[in-house]
């Protein structure tokens, strides 16, 4: 069945360094979704993106959707603290059309 | 405030005992949903639904049961069949069906094994 891969698994910053996690799909997705996921929280959905080559901007958080709708990212420049979470990507896949979600990139930020 | 109540938020569960996980919702959404996390994985989904009266199984629906008599509700039930469900579950709900929907989470019920 589709797969929704994400790297890295955990990525470690100090405080200020930039942060990229990085979304693949064994298929073409119709559209990608990103999550956050506060420590001992639950997930808040972030943006959607539909379009091929789609970038959007949430002030220090940039997410981009490959050309071939196969690949996505986020982008956080100058991580701060409160960026502390697992961001998860999820894709539609199934023959249902349900959300399929990757396992997540783990950011710690140290102050 | 518009939102998703799972109850309780911790649940111990004995060998051969069924368990039940609440999920309430006063968004009016359509469409709601259970999963289960584990450490280091993402969100399996376990069963949707998409009306009143209408559930659908998803990809781990194996020793679990729900049932969607009222929109506002959807309770899970964690099966004797469940060998491990020591997990973090998740109830989320969608305006309606479908991967266009962002899915609205709650809090969360924590279940472990006694």
């Known amino acids: 069945g589709q797969q929704v891969m994400q790297i890295p698994q955990y990525q470690h910053v100090q405080e200020g360094e930039d942060f990229t996690t990085y979304c693949n799909s064994s298929?073409?997705?119709?559209?990608i979704q990103w999550y956050k996921q506060r420590p001992g929280g639950h997930p808040v959905f972030l943006i959607q993106?539909?379009?091929?080559?789609e970038v959007k901007k949430q002030k220090r958080l940039t997410f981009q959707f490959g050309e071939a709708k196969k690949n996505s990212s986020l982008h956080i420049t100058a991580t701060q603290t409160t960026d502390v979470g697992t961001y998860f990507c999820?894709?539609?896949?199934?023959?249902?059309?349900?959300?399929?979600f990757g396992k997540g990139t783990k950011l710690s930020v140290k102050p | 405030d518009g939102g998703i109540t799972q109850s309780p938020k911790y649940l111990f569960r004995k060998e051969g005992q069924n368990v039940t996980l609440s999920c309430e919702q006063n968004?009016?959404?359509?469409?709601m949903y259970w999963y289960r996390q584990d450490p280091g994985q993402g969100l399996r989904l376990i069963y949707y639904?998409?009306?009143?009266?209408?559930?659908q199984k998803g990809d781990i629906a194996e020793g679990y049961s729900v049932s969607r008599e009222k929109k506002e509700s959807f309770p899970l039930t964690v099966t004797s069949a469940q060998k491990n469900p020591t997990a973090f579950y998740l109830c989320?709900?969608?305006?309606?069906?479908?991967?266009?929907?962002?899915?609205?989470f709650g809090d969360g019920t924590r279940l472990s094994i006694l």
């Open positions: 968004l009016n959404h359509d469409a």
């Open positions: 999820a894709g539609v896949g199934g023959s249902q059309g349900n959300l399929i």
């Open positions: 989320a709900s969608s305006t309606s069906q479908g991967a266009y929907q962002p899915q609205h």
């Open positions: 298929t073409t997705l119709s559209n």
């Open positions: 993106l539909v379009k091929s080559g």
């Open positions: 639904s998409q009306i009143v009266n209408d559930f």
